[in-house]
């Protein structure tokens, strides 16, 4: 009976981590930061820097990056902390503000990746992490809840479309109805 306990917490555990990995890795990653981050790496400025980034001594390198990687922790977790509070719209700012630094932090990691992981002790956490992640993404759990956010992901989509097929296009009306009624409101205030 308590094996079965044990069972049923460990799987709802892993339900709820998958859970948070997948709209994680769907709607911040996806949507906001990786598209973030390759205007970040696309930058010719920032393609100098990284050469100047290379010239540092890894443990310049090391505090730099734990330093931005816990202030974006740190805010997270503030974020978090407000949206529990029920300041949502604070929580959500502080969360998208957030982004472009969690962003940057990950450009960083990437090009100086190596001087990083001449660290042991950073390499068997990331290590970690990593067998962490893909033990997630072998679970059957994390399978089935792809589907659904997948299928979820593809109806938004259409619905999405329908909407501004109905509303945006140049065959629809809508955009002069409402220039329309602009125009008729600022005539009234003029």
């Known amino acids: 009976m308590i094996q079965a306990l044990f069972n049923k917490l460990g799987h709802m555990i892993l339900t709820l981590l998958v ?3 997948i709209i994680f890795e769907e709607l911040v990653w996806e949507t906001i930061a990786k598209p973030i981050y390759n205007f970040v790496h696309s930058l010719k400025i920032l393609q100098k820097v990284e050469y100047y980034i290379h010239a540092l001594h890894r443990y310049v390198l090391l505090g730099l990056f734990l330093i931005l990687f816990i202030k974006v ?4 977790i503030a974020a978090v902390t407000l949206l529990a509070k029920g300041q949502v719209t604070s929580g959500v700012l502080l969360y998208l503000g957030k982004i472009p630094i969690g962003a940057f932090t990950f450009w960083l990691f990437r090009i100086s990746k190596d001087k990083l992981m001449s660290f042991q002790w950073f390499k068997t956490l990331y290590d970690f992490m990593m067998r962490m992640i893909e033990k997630i993404k072998a679970s059957d759990i994390y399978h089935q809840i792809k589907i659904k956010t997948t299928t ?3 109806y938004i989509k259409e619905k999405s479309a329908k909407f501004k097929q109905k509303y945006f296009s140049k065959e629809s009306t809508f955009q002069e109805k409402i220039k329309k009624i602009y125009l008729s409101i600022k005539k009234i205030f003029q």
């Open 19 to 21: 859970f948070i990995y």
């Open 73 to 76: 922790e740190l805010l997270g």
């Open 152 to 154: 979820i992901k593809v």
